[in-house]
């Protein structure tokens, strides 16, 4: 190569950025060409993309400026870093520019290719169903060990790194511990490593026990292994199981996030606690609630929560929790989040700085619980060592898409389905015309998809396990395993999802496991049904702790306790009740049989001051109105469903068909007029907000 070709290093830095940019820049305009679909979970609407455009208008374009800026910042980078390298290489001008494009190409493809293989779910959102070669891509990526692709990234930036420490030797510390750090930021770690084996905490033994809860959106117990499911889901929760006592059956009131565990903390049922919904307004929000949180905080315990992406109440209702790490859930940052996903070479670099893009960690194709785990250490260092502490950990990774990251991911879908379903799916809010319905194969595909979450949180269980045993604190912790709801999933031919209908048991029956050496039995299982209102009752009964007077729920702790088979309480009512219906024409069995009223993009409204997505007020009553109710009590199940001919009553016996397919309210008049006597006296009727006009 002729050294008249060859450019100063000052040359060499330049064309390194021009090539970097020009790069990155192909690459931010083949993302938003190519995806300028705005959606949410596979759902879009025409009515939801004007509303954005017309009113959120500045979050569109800031969202635009500051991608563009991300992809400006790593052209400049890595072109700097990668023609610094060609120089020092001995290349000539235009090997420099040309080189450095396709290294800074090659670098993001890796680690495109490295992301996809940890989390295909988070990229089938926008490739799957692209084309023909995305999806080949997909499917051929997924399975494949991330770190393999990593360090193929890692490759040019090292080499790079080297042939400077070369050329400039005298220079070598400064760059070889920019070199380590930029290899370790490609390899994906994200997080610092601990160096070594921290110290274990060696305490006494605290008067008081500790509380720890882990939980998970969408967590079925029938789909424990433990509980006799053939899949090997959940090693670490099956021990629990050994080791202490769960309720055969747990049943919630409403089957969705926000009114579920507002009903589990508050021992109050929705109604009686103002969140009646889940898309209530801001008034409701801001009452204040007495719940489990407050009661250990006045008897003087350290109580926090950690949450990723379903978890978003915590920060929007005030639980009383000293501490609160849980995302946000607001209509702009949906905004945000949803522009982000569909530039898929600009995903890998956001996990390198999350602080930069935090709407990465609101994904809900995106659950992986390891972000959980430094959550949970961080939080644990952060106690008083001279009190106890109550910690609520809860997870998504059961919740729909049921995204679990590799290598639980496929885990157990059959070798090649290659159908709509191999990566999860979503509850349609609106059924396609000609639209197929699932075939036996995409259901298999699903519940696979949803096992292999259910087991990536049982990693989750096992880790924080490991951490309190290292920490000394396992044995002097009341451990529980909990829910918000179940799940359908398409198998049992009543849908996908939650809080749409009642009929079955899939998605109101959840967890409820305890372990605690000396005070819970071990290897103990109550038949006794247990409510979600009795839940915090219980907790706070095993450490000691008086519920408060606004408490609805009874302790089931003489349950639970050593010595306690044998040990019955009388039968109190388990109310259910549906949520709202967010659409009115996704073709479910449930449509049927409901008053209709509109879709939630005509219900809802977005609440300028906060950007909370929530239900207009003239819409309240109705809803109220139309909703199924029902009540299990002893062996019996009713229902109440209002419907535009009046309403239906349904019965079933759940000792005789558990799996709750036929209605028996015929053959039972009796105890249907029994039973509704007993609903009406037991549900309560809220006050409804007035309405104040349209917003």
């Known amino acids: 190569m002729a050294s008249a070709d060859r450019p100063t290093l000052a040359r060499a830095l330049l064309l390194g950025c021009r090539a970097g940019l020009l790069v990155f820049l192909v690459l931010y305009t083949l993302c938003a060409v190519l995806n300028t679909r705005l959606g949410y979970q596979g759902n879009e609407s025409r009515l939801v993309s004007d509303f954005v455009w017309s009113e959120w208008r500045g979050v569109v374009l800031w969202q635009v400026a500051r991608l563009i800026a991300a992809y400006t910042v790593l052209g400049l980078a890595l072109g700097t870093l990668l023609g610094a390298g060609l120089w020092a290489a001995g290349a000539g001008r235009r090997a420099v520019f040309r080189g450095t494009a396709l290294a800074c190409l090659a670098v993001s493809v890796l680690l495109m290719l490295g992301d996809l293989a940890h989390h295909p779910h988070l990229y089938a959102a926008t490739l799957y169903e692209r084309s023909a070669l995305t999806r080949w891509l997909l499917l051929a990526v997924s399975g494949t060990p991330p770190l393999s692709w990593r360090l193929g990234a890692a490759v040019l930036p090292a080499l790079a790194v080297l042939r400077l420490l070369a050329r400039m030797p005298w220079r070598a510390p400064a760059l070889a511990l920019g070199g380590t ?55 670490n929760i099956d021990r629990l199981l050994r080791e202490g006592s769960q309720f055969q059956e747990t049943v919630v009131q409403v089957p969705r996030t926000a009114p579920s565990w507002t009903t589990l903390l508050t021992s109050q049922w929705a109604g009686e606690h103002p969140i009646r919904h889940t898309l209530v307004g801001r008034k409701a929000r801001e009452q204040p609630l007495h719940t489990m949180a407050t009661a250990l905080n006045d ?44 530039h898929v070479a600009l995903l890998p670099w956001t996990a390198l700085a999350p602080g930069l893009f935090p709407e990465r960690g609101q994904f809900p194709e995106l659950t992986n619980p390891a972000p959980l785990l430094e959550q949970v250490r961080r939080t644990l260092d952060g106690f008083p060592d001279d009190a106890p502490f109550a910690l609520v950990v809860f997870g998504s990774t059961p919740h729909f898409p049921y995204a679990a990251p590799w290598p639980e991911e496929g885990r157990f879908v059959a070798p090649g389905y290659t159908g709509p379903w191999r990566f999860g799916t ?101 038949a006794q049904r247990a409510r979600a209102i009795d839940v915090a009752p219980t907790l706070l009964d095993l450490l000691g702790v008086p519920a408060p ?51 939630v993009y005509e219900t809802a409204t977005v609440e300028p001051e906060t950007g909370d997505i929530a239900l207009r007020p003239e819409w309240e009553a109705p809803v109220q109105r139309a909703r199924h109710r029902g009540l299990y009590l002893g062996r019996w199940k009713l229902l109440e469903l209002p419907t535009p001919r009046g309403l239906k009553v349904e019965l079933y016996d759940v000792v005789a068909d558990p799996a709750e397919a036929h209605d028996v309210s015929g053959e ?28």
């Not at 009383?320 to 790490?325: A, D, L, Q, T």
């Not at 044998?566 to 219906?581: C, Q």
Request: glycine letters at 10%; proline letters at 10%; zero cysteines.
């Open 181 to 235: 750090l930029g290899a370790a930021l490609l390899l994906g770690t994200g997080t610092l490593v601990r160096a070594g084996t921290p110290p274990i905490v060696t305490e006494k033994r605290p008067e008081r026990p500790h509380l720890l809860i882990l939980s998970a959106d969408g967590l079925r117990p029938d789909h424990f292994s433990g509980n006799g499911y053939p899949r090997p889901t959940t090693p």
């Open 549 to 599: 007077e606004s408490f609805r729920g009874r302790s089931l702790a003489p349950l639970v306790h050593p010595g306690s088979n044998g040990v019955t309480l009388p039968d109190a009512p388990a109310l259910v009740e549906t949520d709202l219906w967010f659409s009115d024409r996704d073709g479910q069995p449930y449509q049927r049989m409901r008053i209709p009223y509109p879709w």
């Open 426 to 526: 979503t509850p349609r809010l609106e059924a396609l015309p000609g639209e197929e319905s699932p075939t036996p194969e995409d259901v298999r595909a699903l519940v696979a998809n949803y096992d292999a979450a259910v087991r990536a949180f049982d990693g989750l269980v096992g880790d924080v396990r490991a951490e309190l045993e290292h920490r000394g604190l396992w044995d002097s912790t009341l451990v529980v395993v909990l829910a918000d709801h179940g799940e359908h999933l398409a198998d049992e031919g009543r849908g996908v999802g939650h809080g749409d209908h009642l009929w079955g048991g899939a998605a109101l029956r959840i967890p409820f496991v305890l372990r605690l050496p000396g005070t819970v039995a071990e290897g103990h299982t109550v």
């Open 668 to 695: 039972h008049p009796e105890v249907v007029r029994t039973l509704r006597e007993v609903l009406a006296r037991e549900r309560p009727v809220p006050h409804l907000p007035q309405p104040h006009g349209r917003r």
């Open 299 to 342: 008897a003087g315990w350290s109580t926090a929560v950690v949450a990723d992406y379903a978890g978003d109440h915590f920060s929007r209702l005030d639980y009383g929790f000293h501490r609160v790490e849980a995302p946000d859930f607001h209509f702009p940052g949906l905004i945000r989040q949803r522009m982000l996903i569909t």
